[in-house]
């Protein structure tokens, strides 16, 4: 968890509604904020922080881009604590992560 961030908060100039996260980004030294909601994390309001807003399927393509074994595992390891199959655990993916998931089945020759 990441603490004493309150006193940052004043000074972030995204969506009010957001500015603790962002505040918590910068006191934890992130780089990155992955959202769904990048509307409420606007460039302009965080060049100066040096932290980037990216969409959860940029970010899984990039990093499936990067090290798709790990990907692959991770999926694995959460198929297997929810009991399904991996196809079943990526198909569930589809509805948020269209791209990425189509990627997936493509990639790994899935039977869906």
Known sequence: MVGDYAHLVDQMTNDPKDRHVLAAAIRAGADLIVTFNLKDFPEDSLYSWNIEAVHPQDYLLTLYS????????????????RDEELVQRVLRLGTSLPNFTAHLIEDLGLDV
């Open 66 to 81: 990067m090290v798709p074994q790990i990907v692959v595992q991770k999926l694995n390891d959460i198929a297997r604590d």
